[in-house]
């Protein structure tokens, strides 16, 4: 039996404009990720992980080459297509906890099950689940501003896997946090990823946080060093 | 949807201090609109009150010239019946128009003669109470005129005056002298008792019933009864049909309103667009962040839409509550023009203007404002949902 790839890159490249010339962000970069797979994705700043994990989410288009997601090619998607991809398939952990200031720890964690439709009775009883086991029931009624930056990116991490998607892209989820915190998101991470068979691909140039994944994509200056 | 409704909501409250600021900004606007949309209201009420109090009534039925005879009969027929057609009309005046010479010693002056019934016409035109000499028919069998005319032949009340026509000539004492400000009114007509009228030379006289209904009558339908009741060689107007100029007055008036409102909702739709505009800037991050989770631009475009929809909302009812608290404590006391209108023949009766809220007046500002926060919402919700999220994810 073969199974699909979680993540194929063929021959991408992505350049941004800088002034009269052109930086190449991705150069003509080709890779394949199993599914299931734990990815440290390093290298410097400026090395390009963050645009290649916003290449992996739709969040913009490569100049050339082809992504595919789990089989489906995703350079080709409008935004609203690839919004409703996103929300289907893609979970997202930011440097920064990213939540919404408006809504609770409860309503912050909700919002991706409201995106694909779920039962409200469903919807109570994930996030519920989801709170406790991260420990963080308590804070349902609470607002972000309320919380510490440990207890707002597990907040993040909860959103992020609350709709069980097949990817969870971490663009350095703990460079903010002191080590106990960030060691508690990573464990979250971690268990939550060998439950649920989830693909992680996580930028860092932490080597306390590379070090804990089985595998690792360096990069430099756009291009893959080793590791694929 | 319900989740992104909640969502706008929490937002406005979040932001309270430009929230608040952006709202008190569209109340102050409503406000303004619903009082001077009231005084407009009440400046028509008094032009066209003082308009059909001297001239018209709301309706008026108009007869041809007939002898004054066949005239007396039939108004004083219509007096008993009108009343019965419709209970929305609460007064019927006959008047009987005839010209006449009126002399004194060596000095005459045209005049035309209105024969009215004292009691019932002290209650309805401003005459009475703009004596300046004598009182209004104190002697029913005397001639009422204007300061005008008695200062132009040289009399006071208790001289014996003239009255000339082509069939003769008879003797009538001045019983009363009145000032309207008006010189075609204080020069030009006199009036006496509708009982005196049989001892008079009119010969043909023009006949009209002057038909005061209550406020915010349907006028016309009040015209269609009347219709029902008059001869074929009978006219039935209303007092806009009869006095266009003051019609025209009014028509000009509300559309200085319209204009006034254009331009309040204009300012209005720019703060609206300016404070949500800020506010959506303040908030790219979250937007890129929504986005990346999988919101659609469409989806965020609502919530800015909803955010100035319900800032709107509260505004045009905070705004409406405020400006009508305003007019009715306004028209309590009035607003008295009298230094602006002393010789405009439309305030010269009674020139208190008393603000009037009108429905039409208190919910075209609530709209307006509502529409002009909607339609200036539209911009920065655009800019919200075009953001690419890529440009921002890199500030995060």
């Known amino acids: 039996m073969i199974l699909t790839p979680a993540v194929q890159i063929e021959q991408v490249c992505r350049s941004y404009k800088s002034g009269a010339g052109r930086i190449m962000a991705i150069d003509n970069l080709t890779c394949t990720i199993a599914a299931g797979a734990q990815i440290a994705l ?8 963050t645009t290649l994990l916003s290449l992996l989410g739709a969040l913009e288009r490569p100049d050339s080459g082809k992504i595919a997601l789990f089989g489906e090619e995703i350079n080709g998607l409008n935004e609203a297509a690839a919004a409703v991809f996103r929300r289907q398939n893609i979970g997202f952990i930011f440097q920064d906890d990213a939540l919404m200031p408006e809504l609770t720890v409860a309503e912050n964690v909700t919002l991706p099950l409201i995106l694909i439709k779920t039962a409200a009775r469903e919807i109570k009883q994930r996030v519920g689940e989801i709170l406790t086991d991260l420990n963080l029931q308590q804070f349902s009624r609470s607002f972000p501003q309320s919380l510490s930056g440990g207890e707002k990116q597990r907040v993040a991490v909860a959103r992020a896997v609350i709709h069980q998607p097949k990817l969870l892209l971490a663009d350095e989820p703990t460079a903010n946090l002191d080590r106990r915190a960030a060691d508690k998101v990573l464990d979250t991470i971690a268990k939550l990823a060998a439950t649920s068979g989830l693909t992680v691909i996580m930028a860092t140039h932490d080597p306390r946080v590379y070090q804990r994944f089985p595998r690792k994509l360096e990069m430099c200056d756009g291009k893959l060093m080793c590791g694929c | 949807m319900n989740f992104w409704l909640r969502f706008a909501l929490r937002s406005c409250l979040r932001r309270r ?50 002898p004054s005879a066949q005239a007396l009969t039939r108004v004083n027929k219509l007096a008993d019946s009108l009343p019965a057609v419709d209970d929305r009309i609460k007064t019927v005046l006959p008047r009987l128009h005839f010209p006449v010479l009126l002399t004194a010693d060596q ?17 309805q035109t401003p005459i009475a109470g ?39 000539r008879s003797a009538i004492k001045v019983s009363g002298i009145f000032s309207l400000g008006v010189a075609g009114l204080d020069q030009g007509i006199g009036f006496i008792a509708l009982a005196r009228l049989p001892t008079l030379p009119a010969g043909s006289v023009n006949y009209e019933m002057a038909i005061f209904c209550s406020p915010g009558s349907d006028l016309r339908k009040v015209a269609a009864r009347v219709r029902d009741l008059s001869l074929p060689s009978e006219k039935v107007r209303l007092w806009d049909d009869v ?17 006034m409102v254009a331009l309040v909702v204009i300012i209005l739709g720019f703060g609206v667009a300016n404070a949500l505009l800020m506010s959506v800037m303040d908030r790219y991050r979250s937007f890129a962040v929504l986005k990346a989770i999988g919101v659609r631009p469409r989806e965020i475009f609502i919530v800015i839409m909803a955010e100035a929809f319900f800032m709107g909302l509260l505004a045009a009812v905070i705004g409406t509550i405020l400006g009508s608290l305003v007019t009715l404590i306004w028209s309590g006391f009035g607003l008295d023009l009298s230094h602006y209108t002393s010789s405009n023949p439309l305030f010269s009766v009674n020139s208190t203007v008393y603000p009037r809220l009108a429905p039409v007046m208190v919910l075209v500002p609530q709209a307006a404002a509502l529409g002009a926060g909607i339609l200036a919402a539209v911009w920065p919700a655009l800019v919200a949902g075009r953001r690419s999220v890529n440009q921002v994810m890199r500030g995060l």
């Open chain 1, 42 to 49: 390093i290298g410097p700043s400026g090395s390009g992980k």
């Open chain 2, 17 to 66: 201090r430009r929230t608040l600021i952006t709202l008190l900004g569209i109340a102050f606007g409503v406000a303004t609109m619903v009082v001077l949309g009231a005084v407009m209201v009440g400046v028509n009420d008094t032009m066209i009150k003082n308009a059909v109090a001297i001239h018209t009534g709301n309706v008026v039925l108009q007869g041809d010239s007939v």
């Open chain 2, 107 to 123: 000095r005459s002056l045209p005049l035309n003669i209105v024969a009215v019934t004292p009691k019932l016409e002290a209650l």
């Open chain 2, 130 to 168: 703009r004596m300046v000499s004598g009182k209004y028919f104190a002697d029913s069998q005397g001639l009422v005129l204007g300061a005008a005319a008695a200062d132009k032949l040289g009399i006071e009340v208790g001289d014996q005056v003239f009255l000339i026509t082509r069939a003769q």
């Open chain 2, 243 to 259: 006095l266009p100029d003051v019609a025209q007055l009014v028509k000009l008036n509300e559309f200085s309103m319209l204009i």
